[in-house]
């Protein structure tokens, strides 16, 4: 009776885990097929998103949509990001770019926190106010304005504070 009875358990615990590892499969299956987005941002503030199945197609892509919006000759893709079904954040703090991907807008957001404090405490303590310049989300939507009319405005008002 006993035998039965942890054969019986013991193929409970086999289809329980059988069953759990299949979503699991499947929940990395979903992850290693959605499509990277690559965000990249120029030193002038300049940048491109993209978003495809091949990471290096995403590259070219970001850093074309980079360049048309550029005014220089390079610097597209001199710093960029990568992710697969994440968050991207492109963030101007005065010349400084901060880029950061993350798997939720809350993540994405922190990291770019926790990267600003970094730079003021590290780098550039008297570093203008951030202001963020693109959102990309998941899918690659591009959610949030271009914003080089901002931080140019920005830069001009602290030159001429400067002065």
Known sequence: MRTG?????????????????GCIA??????ESAPTTVLTMASNGAWGAATDDSVGTAIAGAIAHCNRRQRGPIGCGASYTTIRAGWSLGIRCGGQNILVAEKTLVEAEQAAIDREIALRRHYVADMPPCVRV??????GTIIAPYAADLVRMVMQRRDEAAR
């Open 5 to 21: 009875m942890l054969a019986t358990v013991v193929f409970g615990v086999a289809l329980t885990l059988g069953a759990s590892g």
């Open 26 to 31: 499947a929940q990395t299956y979903e992850f």
């Open 134 to 139: 693109v959102s990309v989300d998941p899918s």
